[in-house]
């Protein structure tokens, strides 16, 4: 490709490389092919020189090369998007571990200085429509012989998604005086919040004893209906010699490896039994927040053998955070932060008819009950659900679960004044609100808690907002500084404005399709399958 100045009236049929503005509101943009009449109003302009690019016989355009090479990329679990100004990228079509093969993405980068690949981390679990790489053309035009050999390249198993499949798990829970009923209760719940999104479910939990004799019989008893079989230890395992380890040899099986250098999670123990994983997990598996334990668990679902090798090589990226209970000094670390769900149910539906969206069903369950049952899994420290249009039946559509009803009288008046009944009714002690939509039944408490994970990261905090292939989508985490600002709005906007004004104080959490789906028609309704309630 050729690039430099050239005069204006021998630029016909070039690329313009940067964009121009002209009298009387004439713009031409940067990338233009430019013709005749651009020509005509640059010399016009008194401009005689352009900066331009020229394809030379054998390139090819910008859009062109990268579609080439991104489609070559595509394989199963992953798809491409159109190219626009020499970029194409890549999303997941299935919930799984984004796999890629850094010699190979290094390989294609190195063909021509004007190719790119740019993906996300190795084995980083994703969501069905999550962006994990993007193709860039740095040119706008690009030699054609580089790109068929990335294109060559790209083909070669580059980048792929491990979907996942549902698994069956056995859990084994060891009891002590010491440890809590409430504290192994809470264990399943971050483990059911884990598994969400895999379609996993728990067939059965054994609660014994912390004896090698009846931690082998949980073992023996689970084995056979489960596909992994985990065991949450009262107590740590401290050596290979110790109850969880002996209980897997006593039953036939063998422990692959103990420990691991990822922080939290160094004491996880794998093994396997009847030739099926179980893992001693750490007591980090006990939090919702990400440790070792994680990237084991995940790496089995997906269906990939774990070997020692694989554990043993994780150090580098493998200090996810400091832990507050060492003995040892370390920094300080946030508490864990306190949040309000409020869920806008208020509104009169107008363009679903007559009907009220908030009692459809999908998969025989009222939309807002979807809704509540996630937020009640993601733990908050209360779920309040604002009412207006026919409260009754949406509160009897909820029926005993804990939360809160919270009337709004004015609910005609707009989706302004359900926010701010909502805010009103929250506890003064929360450090935020979980703003969310009571149509939106694709979010998960799994997806709630990876929002709050993200919200109390960092200080102070900052407003997350769920996204789906980028774009902002619902629901919305904002820190109680912010709540005034909320408290002052009117009509029927939301706080769409609000959200544009504090981009820089914005984390977009990435969900998927479970960001942007609001089934507020009867057509996007009858599209996923669900119902209107008679």
Same mark, same amino acid.
């Given at each position: 490709?050729?690039?430099?100045?050239?005069?204006?009236?021998?630029?016909?049929?070039?690329?313009?490389?940067?964009?121009?503005?002209?009298?009387?509101?004439?713009?031409?943009?940067?990338?233009?092919?430019?013709?005749?009449?651009?020509?005509?109003?640059?010399?016009?302009?008194?401009?005689?020189?352009?900066?331009?690019?020229?394809?030379?016989?054998?390139?090819?355009?910008?859009?062109?090369?990268?579609?080439?090479?991104?489609?070559?990329?595509?394989?199963?679990?992953?798809?491409?998007?159109?190219?626009?100004?020499?970029?194409?990228?890549?999303?997941?079509?299935?919930?799984?571990?984004?796999?890629?093969?850094?010699?190979?993405?290094?390989?294609?980068? =190195?063909?021509?200085?004007?190719?790119?690949?740019?993906?996300?981390?190795?084995?980083?679990?994703?969501?069905?429509? =999550?962006?994990?790489?993007?193709?860039?053309?740095?040119?706008?035009?690009?030699?054609?012989?580089?790109?068929?050999?990335?294109?060559?390249?790209?083909?070669?198993?580059?980048?792929?998604?491990?979907?996942?499949?549902?698994?069956?798990?056995?859990?084994?829970?060891?009891?002590?005086?010491?440890?809590?009923?409430?504290?192994?209760?809470?264990?399943?719940?971050?483990?059911?919040?884990?598994?969400?999104?895999?379609?996993?479910?728990?067939?059965?939990?054994?609660?014994?004893?912390?004896?090698?004799?009846?931690?082998?019989?949980?073992?023996?008893?689970?084995?056979?209906?489960?596909?992994?079989?985990?065991?949450?230890?009262?107590?740590?395992?401290?050596?290979?010699?110790?109850?969880?380890?002996?209980?897997?040899?006593?039953?036939?099986?063998?422990?692959?490896?103990?420990?691991?250098?990822?922080?939290?999670?160094?004491?996880?123990?794998?093994?396997?039994?009847?030739?099926?994983?179980?893992?001693?997990?750490?007591?980090?598996? =006990?939090?919702?927040?990400?440790?070792?334990?994680?990237?084991?668990?995940?790496?089995?679902?997906?269906?990939?053998?774990?070997?020692?090798?694989?554990?043993?090589?994780?150090?580098?990226?493998?200090?996810?955070?400091?832990?507050?209970?060492?003995?040892?000094?370390?920094?300080?670390?946030?508490?864990?932060? =306190?949040?309000?769900?409020?869920?806008?149910?208020?509104?009169?539906?107008?363009?679903?008819?007559?009907?009220?969206?908030?009692?459809?069903?999908?998969?025989?369950?009222?939309?807002?009950?979807?809704?509540?049952?996630?937020?009640?899994?993601?733990?908050?420290?209360?779920?309040?659900?604002?009412?207006?249009?026919?409260?009754?039946?949406?509160?009897?559509?909820?029926?005993?679960?804990?939360?809160?009803?919270?009337?709004?009288?004015?609910?005609?008046?707009?989706?302004?004044?359900?926010?701010?009944?909502?805010?009103?009714?929250?506890?003064?002690?929360?450090?935020?609100?979980?703003?969310?939509?009571?149509?939106?039944?694709?979010?998960?408490?799994?997806?709630?808690?990876?929002?709050?994970?993200?919200?109390?990261?960092?200080?102070?905090?900052?407003?997350?907002?769920?996204?789906?292939?980028?774009?902002?989508?619902?629901?919305?985490?904002?820190?109680?500084?912010?709540?005034?600002?909320?408290?002052?709005?009117?009509?029927?906007?939301?706080?769409?404005?609000?959200?544009?004004?504090?981009?820089?104080?914005?984390?977009?959490?990435?969900?998927?399709?479970?960001?942007?789906?609001?089934?507020?028609?009867?057509?996007?309704?009858?599209?996923?399958?669900?119902?209107?309630?008679?």
């Amino acid at each position: 490709m050729k690039f430099g100045p050239v005069r204006a009236s021998e630029a016909e049929g070039a690329i313009l490389a940067h964009g121009l503005r002209l009298p009387g509101g004439i713009a031409i943009r940067k990338g233009t092919v430019l013709a005749h009449g651009d020509i005509s109003a640059i010399i016009a302009a008194g401009i005689d020189e352009v900066i331009v690019a020229r394809a030379e016989s054998d390139d090819i355009g910008e859009n062109d090369a990268a579609y080439a090479i991104a489609n070559a990329l595509v394989g199963p679990g992953l798809r491409a998007e159109a190219a626009a100004t020499g970029r194409v990228n890549l999303y997941a079509t299935a919930d799984g571990l984004f796999v890629a093969d850094a010699e190979k993405v290094n390989s294609i980068n =190195r063909i021509d200085p004007g190719i790119t690949l740019a993906t996300l981390p190795n084995l980083l679990e994703v969501n069905s429509g =999550r962006m994990v790489a993007t193709v860039k053309i740095i040119p706008y035009a690009v030699d054609g012989a580089a790109v068929a050999s990335a294109a060559a390249a790209a083909g070669n198993g580059v980048i792929a998604i491990n979907a996942y499949s549902p698994r069956r798990i056995g859990v084994v829970a060891t009891q002590l005086p010491s440890l809590k009923p409430s504290v192994m209760d809470k264990t399943i719940r971050v483990l059911k919040g884990r598994l969400a999104i895999s379609g996993s479910s728990i067939v059965r939990e054994i609660r014994t004893e912390h004896l090698q004799e009846a931690v082998a019989a949980g073992i023996r008893a689970l084995i056979g209906e489960s596909d992994i079989v985990l065991v949450f230890g009262a107590s740590a395992i401290c050596d290979v010699d110790d109850v969880i380890p002996t209980a897997i040899k006593a039953e036939g099986g063998k422990v692959l490896h103990f420990g691991m250098p990822v922080d939290p999670g160094n004491l996880m123990l794998l093994g396997e039994v009847d030739g099926k994983p179980v893992i001693g997990a750490p007591g980090c598996a =006990r939090s919702p927040a990400e440790n070792g334990f994680d990237w084991i668990l995940q790496r089995l679902i997906a269906g990939r053998k774990v070997t020692a090798d694989e554990i043993t090589g994780m150090g580098v990226g493998g200090l996810l955070m400091e832990i507050g209970s060492r003995p040892q000094p370390r920094e300080g670390r946030r508490a864990a932060p =306190r949040l309000s769900a409020v869920i806008l149910a208020a509104g009169q539906s107008k363009r679903m008819g007559t009907a009220n969206k908030m009692l459809a069903k999908l998969g025989n369950k009222p939309l807002v009950a979807h809704v509540a049952e996630a937020a009640l899994a993601a733990h908050p420290a209360e779920v309040i659900v604002v009412t207006g249009h026919e409260a009754d039946v949406v509160g009897a559509a909820l029926g005993n679960k804990t939360l809160r009803l919270v009337h709004n009288a004015d609910f005609t008046s707009g989706m302004a004044s359900s926010l701010v009944a909502g805010i009103k009714a929250v506890d003064d002690a929360s450090d935020g609100v979980i703003m969310l939509l009571g149509d939106m039944p694709l979010v998960s408490g799994a997806m709630i808690e990876k929002m709050a994970n993200a919200f109390g990261a960092s200080s102070p905090a900052p407003v997350v907002v769920a996204a789906h292939n980028g774009e902002r989508g619902n629901p919305v985490i904002w820190p109680r500084r912010l709540l005034e600002r909320l408290m002052k709005l009117t009509g029927d906007k939301g706080a769409r404005d609000l959200l544009v004004e504090l981009a820089d104080e914005t984390v977009m959490v990435e969900l998927g399709e479970a960001a942007s789906l609001d089934l507020d028609t009867p057509e996007a309704l009858e599209k996923v399958g669900g119902t209107i309630s008679a």
